[in-house]
Nanobody, 119 residues
Framework: QVQLVESGGGLVQAGGSLRLSCAAS????????MGWFRQAPGKDREFVAG????????TYADSVKGRFTISRDNAKNTVSLQMNTLKPEDTAIYYC????????????WGQGTQVTVSS
């Protein structure tokens, strides 16, 4: 497991942008696939974006493709989510998550940061 701390959430108008950051406390950050998930009121937690060990491969939920960009800095043990053209439907608590190489499921989670998009 690795400790994860998110930051950067807030209130923004539709069409605006936010950048979320996640700091990881581990000495083996490169061994983790990193991801962002979100949970809106009354809905299940859903996958938003993922990035592999070196950042060579990224994946996105269909709902955010073309608008969100995930990146990582292995020298600083951080992963970010740049969110552009935000929509009210993006309102949710956003969680940073980590999955160690060889593991099937994400097993480390941050405390979450609130993103609210007004119409």
């Amino acid at each position: 497991q690795v400790q994860l701390v998110e930051s950067g959430g807030g209130l923004v108008q539709a069409g605006g942008s936010l950048r979320l950051s996640c700091a990881a406390s581990t000495d083996t950050f490169r061994s983790y696939v990193m991801g962002w998930f979100r949970q809106a009121p009354g809905k299940d937690r859903e996958f938003v974006a993922g990035i592999t060990w070196t950042g060579a491969t990224t994946t996105y939920a269909d709902s955010v493709k073309g608008r969100f960009t995930i990146s990582r800095d292995n020298a600083k043990n951080t992963v970010s989510l740049q969110m552009n053209t935000l929509k009210p439907e993006d309102t949710a608590i956003y969680y940073c998550a980590a999955r160690r190489r060889g593991y099937q499921d994400f097993n480390s989670w941050g405390q979450g940061t609130q993103v609210t998009v007004s119409s």
